[in-house]
């Protein structure tokens, strides 16, 4: 099976700019989930979607949002970028059952903001 | 705030084994204990998890205490590819997944 695939893996953008991230799932895993990477505060837990619907949510600011569509495909979207949203983007994606249920990761995606 | 307490950097030997230990003590008795490892910047990788019988793969062993209150990742014989950060992490899934800072496991040729 193919993994979890990222695009772009690179990214430049400036202050005030949007942007928006891909992430296509490993075939028949219905989870994604989306994390920030950063040298300071770790890995950090954006938001996480089931079948189209948003299941949890981290600690950001309104100006990060995601969705997710019918083929478990997911974009994240990142509005008004601050010199802080620098940072490694990653996705997971999981089958998803309650109790045991393991991430897949991609590669990430490595926004730069200028 | 994340659920567990990890060394942030230990040494090992290549070739021998490398104990990694984790405490959770709030653990809940539907959560699992889940290892992840990160090689500089890639995506985390998973390597085992267990609720609260010891586990074994290809990769590593786990071992959980009796109270289910720590844990021990053991890479049992490791080698120089196995230089990485170790998460551990305590959820049942229902919850976001929060990670800690990790154990940055240094392999010493």
């Known amino acids: 099976k193919a993994g979890v695939t990222q695009t772009p893996r690179y990214l430049i953008k400036t202050r005030g700019q949007q942007v928006t991230l891909s992430c296509s799932p490993i075939?028949?895993?219905?989870?994604v989930s989306w994390y920030q990477q950063t040298p300071g505060q770790g890995l950090q837990f954006l938001f996480e979607?089931?079948?189209?619907?948003?299941?949890n949510k981290g600690n950001f600011p309104g100006r990060f949002s995601g969705r997710q569509f019918s083929n478990s495909r997911s974009e994240m979207n990142v509005s008004t970028l601050e010199l802080g949203d620098s940072a490694l983007y990653l996705c997971?994606?999981?089958?998803?059952?309650?109790?045991?249920?393991?991430?897949?990761f991609g590669p990430g995606t490595r926004l730069t903001v200028l | 705030d994340a659920k567990t307490t990890q060394p942030p950097s230990m040494d090992c030997a290549e070739g021998r084994a490398a104990n990694l230990p984790c405490n959770h003590s709030?653990?809940?008795?539907?959560?699992?204990v889940y290892w992840y490892r990160q090689i500089h910047s890639q995506g985390p990788q998973y390597i085992i998890h267990?609720?609260?019988n010891n586990e074994t793969n290809e990769m590593a062993s786990l071992i959980i205490t009796e109270d289910r209150k720590s844990s021990t990742l053991i890479l049992p014989h490791a080698t120089l590819r196995d230089t990485a950060v170790y998460y551990c992490?305590?959820?049942?899934?229902?919850?976001?997944?929060?990670f800690g800072k990790g154990t940055r496991l240094h392999i010493l040729p």
């Open positions: 709030t653990i809940s008795g539907n959560e699992y």
């Open positions: 267990g609720l609260k």
């Open positions: 997971a994606s999981s089958f998803w059952t309650s109790g045991a249920d393991t991430q897949y």
């Open positions: 075939s028949g895993h219905r989870s």
């Open positions: 992490i305590v959820t049942n899934r229902d919850d976001k997944i929060i």
């Open positions: 979607y089931f079948s189209e619907t948003q299941r």
